[in-house]
């Protein structure tokens, strides 16, 4: 029974990170723990912001955006300079991220 309320030095919940770092197994089970996906970082980030600003695009990164999706998370939210998750995509050329973000909007 982890206390997923502690926060890292960064201010976030242990979903950032993971999200971050493409943990999709860990990201699937913590979601359904009630753990606040929409938590925002010191740095302005939720977990669905690091998984597109700091992940790769690629397949891992995909599954983490949809799990956070279908948790709930709330990809209107925008960093500290007002860009979204979905902007962060087409900036960064991840179309499939793009495409899954914009599904779900």
């Known amino acids: ?9 960064y201010g976030g919940v242990s979903v950032i990170p993971a999200s971050e770092r493409g943990h999709v197994d860990y990201v699937r089970r913590v979601v359904r723990t009630g753990i606040d996906v929409d938590h ?4 302005g980030w939720t977990a669905l912001l690091e998984a597109v600003v700091l992940g790769d695009g690629g397949p891992r990164h995909q599954e983490i955006v ?4 279908d948790a709930g998370a709330d990809a209107s939210i925008a960093d500290k300079d007002g860009v979204t998750a979905l902007e962060h995509a087409q900036n960064r050329g991840y179309r499939q991220i793009e495409r899954i973000l914009s599904e779900n909007r």
């Open 1 to 9: 029974r982890p206390d997923l309320t502690i926060r890292n030095r």
């Open 40 to 43: 925002v970082n010191d740095l």
């Open 66 to 69: 949809r799990i956070l999706l």
